[in-house]
């Protein structure tokens, strides 16, 4: 013999006005969010390059960052283009994949990307004065990088990532360099639609004409980067509420205890011929399980065990083992 209940509702399900639900952030809440963090580069930036500069810090300006799709990334002339991974939480191996700029990878950033472009030009002035040239680039300017100053390039990315990843500080992401071409088409890593949040930087060495780098991240990955994640601000709500169950919301809870008395197996000749009247004899266990939850197969799980009695006139079970 099985007892069960279907389950009501006690009232109409909430139906929550949109005006009460928090909107995902908007391109002018991303950009405004990733702003300070421009600040703070722009900062540190003037320190990490001293030492390629001769040793005296340079000015570094970095215009308010603005939104670009990728497919209108590429600088004109010869650029030096890297992609640099980012990880903010446990890393799982950078993805090969490209991005499309959607909702994936919003919430956690495992092997994201982001890139980058040094001018050529800058490159090959600051290879110029490593070897203790006046810091002049070539005319004509070549078509093609010489190693030193691929070279030059590395060290620059590791500046770039390091500085990068401290201004992000909030979230702590770990930034690497991964890959350079100069020619963008051959290391692509987003879609051309792919929504990018670019930071124009611009570096100047006293009367010298300025060299620009160009810095840019996906916009799908801002609310993670700048800690405007929906699932993180859930998470820290979720983390605040109280989980007692003897505590609203979930005191009130309405649950549906199954008591299982007989569970026998029973031929389908002896079902067939049941008859009013007829006296069945059926082995009741001492231990009578309880079990939670309705009575679809597999949805029931045991919490007790007890053994039948009688209160008040009525059945009973008095709890001797909990699951």
């Keep these: 013999m099985k007892q069960a209940r279907a389950f009501v509702a006690e009232r109409a399900l909430a139906q929550h006005s949109a005006a009460l639900i928090r909107p995902a952030p908007d391109d002018a809440d991303l950009i405004g969010a990733l702003a300070p963090a421009t600040v703070r580069l722009a900062r540190s930036l003037r320190a990490g390059l001293a030492r390629l500069c001769g040793g005296d810090p340079p000015d570094v300006a970095i215009d308010p960052p603005r939104v670009l799709a990728f497919a209108d990334f590429a600088r004109d002339g010869l650029c030096a283009y890297s992609i640099y991974t980012l990880t903010t939480g446990p890393e799982t191996g950078p993805e090969t994949g490209p991005e499309t700029g959607t909702q994936a990878g919003a919430d956690a950033v495992h092997g994201g990307h982001a890139i980058g472009a040094i001018d ?11 070897f203790g040239g006046p810091g002049e680039a070539p005319r004509p300017m070549p078509r093609e990088m010489p190693l030193s100053a691929d070279l030059m390039v590395q060290r620059i990315e ?4 390091a500085h990068l990843a401290g201004a992000l500080g909030a979230v702590q992401p770990v ?7 100069y020619d963008l088409a051959q290391i692509a890593p987003f879609a051309p639609a792919t929504r990018l949040a670019v930071l124009e930087i611009a570096v100047s060495e006293g009367a010298r004409a300025p060299w620009p780098i160009r810095l840019a991240l996906p ?4 609310p993670a980067l700048t800690g405007m994640a929906p699932a993180a601000a859930a998470r820290r709500a979720d983390e605040a509420m109280p989980h007692d169950p003897a505590a609203s919301p979930f005191a009130e809870m309405p649950l549906t205890l199954t008591a299982l008395l007989v569970d026998t197996p029973m031929a389908l000749q002896v079902v067939s011929r049941l008859e009013p009247g007829q006296v069945l004899t059926l082995p009741i266990a001492r231990q009578v399980p309880l079990l939670l939850g309705d009575s679809r197969p ?3 799980l045991a919490i007790a065990a007890g053994t039948i009695g009688a209160v008040d006139d009525r059945v009973a079970i008095q709890i001797t083992r909990l699951a």
Excluded at 120 to 130: F, G, K, P, Y
Aim: no cysteine.
């Design 175 to 181: 930034i690497r360099p991964l890959r350079r071409d």
């Design 120 to 130: 050529a030009e800058a490159v090959l002035r600051l290879v110029d004065r490593a």
């Design 219 to 222: 916009l799908a990955l801002l």
């Design 158 to 161: 590791t500046i770039l990532a």
């Design 298 to 300: 597999g949805a029931l």
